[in-house]
Structure formats: structure tokens, C-alpha cells
């Protein structure tokens, strides 16, 4: 049994008990799409007690839409999980597949390019010191290390919140003890057999984002039955291992993955049931930008001629009550999320 948020609505207002607010976000939707199988069907919201009532499974999944997200308390600084967050996105690599070289070696303009992204509203940086990208070579986690932790303690120094792109324990070691305040894995912490232990300690925030075959590399896969369910239960599975090795949910941030070991239709599935993943009861980080998929529907266009698809999908995220945008053009996606804010707040006043 799955539930996917559906007929969303401008206002709750004159709708009592036939909407219902999705994870204590801006939005409200009115029916369920209940996937069971090969069957679908559409539920409304007042019909739910009585359609879905005697279905302990279904109604965990409903609490779940429907709780609201707890703020993260990330040191002195607390991010409430009622809007979307743009996280910019900082690489330290050199072959990036979109911005890399020309900060690898310098920890103070790479430190100044984050300030730059905090000072045009990134509610965090997500730094990075190995590139991901399909065929990239692995790099030695004292490269790595070396890489990140200038950046980190001139970025937390300031009082940026940041989170730190690694897949490796011995990176996130050094990141937290400098003063990171959260890990992004890209292996869910299956990459490194001591991740998942050093991130419990911490107690810190951890992005679990779904590859096919971790372990392997964040590009494998051999395709999906159908894409949005096998990850969702994917990542459902991932969340209880994590939880059971006393990483409290609450400090579960979830990631479908967009791009990794996945095809344009399969991406594109994702992003169309976007939503459902809030079933999982965690907030939920949509990294889309400059993605392979938008030159694949745009003629090809190069990594840096991607700005409108990538705003596009940006967008798409807010409307599915996705809680982080992780974005590389953060001046443009935060301009975009306040004109989104501002037409749901012009929706709460009246029309």
C-alpha cells in the first residue's frame, strides 16, 4: 500500500475535513492516489476514515503526510521545515560535472564563493570533495579530508550551516569535528561499513539518498518495474536499518536520487510522483539541478545553458512540498521560491 498526495489546492479555507495539510508545509491537498499493486485509485480526504480506517498500514502512511516536519537544531541555529530551503551547492573537485576545477585548490575562494551563496539566501552549503558523476574515479579519503575541511571551518567560522557530500567515515570524522552540521551520502551510509556509527554518534542530520547498488558506485542499476514505488520502498527499508542503529528519524532527510543509475523516463516518474515520498514521514531534499535529463528534453543543451530547466524542476519540487532544493544557481531558485511563497500567502488572505 502506497499514498500519493493528490488535487492540491490553493487554500484550505471553506475546506475543513475535505483537504489536508502535506507535512506542515504551505500546501493542502484533497485525495490520496492509493497505489496497491497494479491497481490505482483515487480516494478523497473526507472519504479517508471510512475508505482506508480499518488499514493500519494505510493510516500510518496518512499520519505520516500528514505530520508536520520537526525543525532541525543544527548548534545555535534552528531550520523550521515550513518552506522549501535552497541548499547551494559548492564543489571542491576537479571534474565536477558542472562547476569543478576551478576551487579546488583554494580554500579561501572556495569559502568566499559560499559566502556568496548564503549572502543571496542559502539556508545551507552542500560541500563536496569527491565528484559523483557517471565513470568519475573514486578519491583517496585523505585527499578528500584535505579538500573539505579548510572550506568547512572558514564556512561554520561565519556561521553557515553546512553539510558535507561524502560517502566516506573518515571525511565525515574530520567535517563534523570542524564543526559541519550535516553529512549528504549518496550511499545511504553503505558505501563505508563505519559511516552509519560515526554519523549515530554524532547524533547530526543524514541525507540518505537511493542509488541502485551503493556499494558499488551511485550509477548502477539494471532498470525498474516501476521506478517510484522500488525507490520509495527502497528508502523505506534504508530508514528503519538507520533507525534501528539509533539514528533518530527525526534526523532523516530523504533523497530519490534524480539522475543516479536511473533513465530520463525513470527520472521523470520520480519527479512526477514526487510527493508520496512524504509517506516516509522524513523531509525530503530534490537535487535536479543542471541534471542530464534537462539537456535530454532542451536539444542537448550544455551543462551551463540549463538554468530554465533547472528553475523548472526547482519549482516542481516546491509544489510537491519538497522541504531542500539543492540547486547550483541559488540566487535565481531563491527568487523563485519567495515569488512561489507569495502567491501561497496571497492564497491564505482571501481572494
Known amino acids: 500500500m502506497h499514498l500519493r498526495p493528490v488535487q492540491f489546492v490553493d487554500t484550505p479555507i471553506g475546506r475543513d475535513g475535505d483537504v489536508a ?48 516536519r520537526a525543525p532541525l537544531l ?16 559548492l564543489n571542491v573537485t576537479p571534474d565536477s560535472f558542472s562547476d569543478g576545477g576551478t576551487l579546488e585548490n583554494d580554500p579561501g575562494a572556495a569559502a568566499d564563493a559560499g559566502f556568496d551563496m548564503a549572502a543571496k539566501g542559502a539556508s545551507l552549503i552542500d560541500l563536496g570533495g569527491e565528484s559523483t558523476r557517471p565513470g568519475a574515479k573514486p578519491v583517496w579519503e585523505g585527499d578528500e579530508v584535505a579538500r573539505v575541511l579548510p572550506v568547512v571551518e572558514r564556512l561554520v567560522k561565519s556561521g553557515t550551516i553546512v553539510s558535507v557530500d561524502t560517502r566516506k567515515a573518515t571525511v565525515m570524522d574530520a567535517a563534523l569535528a570542524a564543526g559541519a552540521h550535516i553529512i549528504n551520502d549518496v550511499s545511504a551510509l553503505l558505501w563505508d561499513d563505519r559511516a552509519l556509527e560515526v554519523v549515530a554518534k554524532a547524533t547530526c542530520p543524514i541525507i540518505l539518498m537511493h542509488s541502485p547498488d551503493p556499494a558499488k558506485g551511485p550509477h548502477g542499476g539494471a532498470g525498474y518495474g516501476d521506478v517510484l514505488i522500488e525507490v520509495y520502498d527502497w528508502l523505506d527499508a534504508r530508514i528503519a536499518a538507520v533507525v534501528a542503529a539509533g539514528i ?37 531534499m530534490l537535487g535536479a539541478s543542471r541534471k542530464r535529463l534537462i539537456g535530454a528534453l532542451s ?22 512540498g519538497v522541504q531542500f532544493l539543492r540547486v547550483h544557481d541559488v540566487a535565481e531558485t531563491v527568487q523563485g521560491v519567495r515569488v512561489w511563497r507569495g502567491c501561497k500567502d496571497q492564497a491564505l488572505v482571501g481572494r
Open 299 to 320: 536539444n542537448e543543451a550544455p551543462v551551463g545553458e540549463r538554468l530554465g530547466g533547472s528553475m523548472a524542476l526547482a519549482m516542481k519540487g516546491a509544489d510537491a
Open 74 to 89: 543544527l548548534g545555535e541555529r534552528v531550520l523550521r521545515l515550513d518552506q522549501p530551503h535552497v541548499a547551494g551547492i
Open 21 to 68: 495539510r502535506l507535512a506542515g508545509a504551505m500546501l493542502w491537498f484533497a485525495a490520496y492516489e492509493v497505489i496497491a499493486g497494479k491497481q490505482r485509485r483515487t480516494v478523497a480526504i473526507a472519504d479517508v476514515n471510512q475508505v482506508l480506517g480499518q488499514d493500519e498500514a494505510a493510516m500510518r502512511i496518512h499520519r505520516a503526510i500528514t505530520t508536520p
Open 248 to 284: 533518530d528519524r527525526a534526523r532523516i532527510i530523504v533523497d530519490p536520487g534524480i539522475g543516479f543509475g536511473k533513465s530520463l523516463a525513470d527520472n521523470l516518474a520520480l519527479l512526477n510522483g514526487l510527493a508520496i515520498f512524504h509517506g516516509l514521514g522524513c523531509p525530503i
